[in-house]
């Protein structure tokens, strides 16, 4: 697929994808959810790549899914075409996801932000989901991932009034990893993403599945998935490497066997 809404390209072994529809705050219409996603998966095989990162620009990472193209959907149209279904295809991608957010993330836009493992933001940005105020309500996970992520009263609240948040406001509740000023927010972004991509990628694999796997599973099955991650590190070069570097007193270099 040509790429029409996005672009994207990897430096430093961070692949980037900077969501382009200005013109519409980068509402994000079928056609550009079907992009991101692809790019994710190709990421997601590549061996140049161990950590994305999805941005906008400096009004809006997102303001949320496409209104025109939805407005004349009926339930059998939207049931036919499930767009949200391509959405799940985020949550089996392997390694790091960081959202990096300016201006405004709001309906889908924080969807696709809470899709993302880390989320860091501008000082001025703000969050939220404006559904209501449509008359519908999130349909690309945010029920399920704010409350995950903040808990149900906060999270009904939020939803519920369709009010925007400020990005302080969003850090305090747990919604979201680091606020920094506006004009560094890429560059907070890229080094936190070089240093994911400098540890061992088959334990921040592994770290990734563990950890996600603790809202959906019983402590029992979980700490048994964690102990089994925890012995599978010790079938790969950079665990032998790591603990020879510890001893050796020097920095390690993991390879990702
Ligand atoms: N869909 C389509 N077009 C959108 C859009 C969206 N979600 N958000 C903004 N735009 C368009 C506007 O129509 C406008 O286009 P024109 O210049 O052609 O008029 C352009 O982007 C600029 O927007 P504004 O003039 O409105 O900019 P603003 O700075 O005055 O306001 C805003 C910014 C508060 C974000 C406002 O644009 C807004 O409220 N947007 C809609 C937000 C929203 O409701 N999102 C939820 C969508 S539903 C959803 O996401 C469902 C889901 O769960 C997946």
Redo the contacts with the bound molecule.
């Keep these: 697929m040509s790429n029409q809404y996005i672009e994207a390209f990897v430096e430093d072994k961070i692949g980037v994808i900077q969501l382009n529809r200005p013109?519409?705050?980068n509402?994000?219409n079928r056609q550009m959810v079907d992009e991101i996603v692809e790019k994710l998966e190709q990421y997601d095989e590549s061996e140049d790549v161990r950590v994305m990162m999805i941005k906008g620009n400096d009004?809006?990472f997102a303001?949320?899914?496409?209104?025109?193209?939805?407005m004349d959907e009926t339930p059998l149209t939207m049931e036919l075409a499930d767009p949200?279904a391509v959405w799940d295809h985020i949550t089996l991608i392997n390694k790091p996801i960081i959202a990096s957010v300016n201006g405004?993330a709001?309906?889908?836009?924080f969807?696709l932000a809470l899709h993302c493992d880390l989320i860091v933001a501008g000082e001025s940005s703000k969050f939220g989901?404006?559904?209501v105020?449509?008359g519908?309500?999130?349909?690309?996970g945010?029920t399920q991932l704010l409350t995950k992520a903040i808990g149900e009263r906060k999270a009904l609240e939020w939803i519920w009034l369709g009010e925007?948040m400020e990005a302080r406001e969003a850090l305090k509740l747990g919604a979201i990893n680091r606020v920094v000023a506006d004009e560094l927010v890429f560059e907070e972004s890229f080094r936190l993403a070089k240093q994911l991509a400098n540890q061992a990628p088959i334990s921040i694999r592994l770290i990734k599945e563990s950890v996600k796997a603790a809202k959906d599973m019983t402590l029992m099955d979980g700490m048994n998935l964690e102990r089994k991650n925890f012995y599978l590190t010790f079938a790969s070069e950079d665990q032998k490497e790591g603990m020879k570097a510890f001893t050796e007193k020097r920095s390690p270099s993991f390879k990702g066997v």
């Design positions: 013109e519409v705050l509402a994000l009004k809006a303001a949320g899914a496409d209104i025109e193209e939805m949200f405004v709001l309906g889908g836009g969807e989901f404006p559904e105020q449509l519908v309500m999130p349909g690309a945010g925007q």
